[in-house]
């Protein structure tokens, strides 16, 4: 098993630039995650999946969208990145309260 | 909104002696875990805990529950090198709300021959 997997693991971006970040389980998982980790702020929940069909707002919503493509794979998409969504992005997955992460997407917005 | 705090944000030890990290809930909680990040890593669950006063142990790592369910603590024992990364304690958003959760800010451990 691969676990949960994230691609691209870095990117670039000019402002204003578009970019779907990937993300995908093998667990059979029934909850996703999206969190932005940033120095000194711990991770904060973006968007979250409980079930395959249903999203929901986490902490910091604004600047992205998210699709739970299906059980396997939810997706956070920037329509027009800022400097400020310079970050590490993390997925996670979970059926229980253990929540499994994948590597993350270094993301710089320039 | 629901804020987890926890203190240090950063601790240098020499390898062997002790570490301690608290973690400070604004409000109850119904659990708290524990996540463990290394350097350039992801974050690993270590351990949950559910009861008020409960008390866990993993090897040299004893993790605390506190009576009124809004703090906790990790301590390490005799630390390692290996010990080195950010520990990360998270409570359930909202209270009861067990698939989302509140991460604390972290503390980061380094450890020195």
């Known amino acids: 098993n691969a676990g949960v997997t994230q691609t691209p693991k870095f990117q670039v971006l000019k402002t204003g630039q578009s970019m779907t970040l990937q993300c995908a389980q093998d667990m059979n998982h029934n909850s996703m995650y999206w969190y932005r980790q940033d120095p000194g702020m711990g991770l904060r929940l973006i968007y979250y999946s409980a079930s395959e069909g249903t999203t929901d707002k986490g902490e910091v919503p604004n600047g992205y969208n998210v699709s739970r493509l299906n059980k396997r794979e939810f997706s956070l998409r920037l329509e027009s990145a800022a400097p400020s969504q310079t970050s590490v992005y993390f997925c996670?997955?979970?059926?229980?309260?253990?929540?499994?992460f994948g590597p993350g997407t270094r993301l710089t917005v320039t | 909104g629901q804020q987890v705090m926890q203190i240090p944000q950063y601790q240098h030890v020499q390898e062997g002696e002790d570490f301690t990290t608290y973690c400070n809930s604004s409000t109850t909680l119904s659990n708290i875990q524990w996540y463990k990040q290394r350097p350039g890593g992801h974050p690993v669950f270590l351990i949950q805990l559910v009861k008020s006063g409960e008390v866990k142990k993993q090897k040299r790592l004893t993790f605390q529950f506190g009576e009124a369910k809004k703090n906790s603590s990790l301590h390490i024992t005799a630390t390692q090198t290996t010990d080195v990364g950010t520990y990360f304690c998270a409570g359930p958003f909202p209270t009861g709300t067990a698939s989302k959760l509140t991460f604390g800010t972290g503390t980061r451990l380094q450890v020195t021959l």
């Open positions: 996670a997955s979970t059926r229980g309260y253990e929540q499994y």
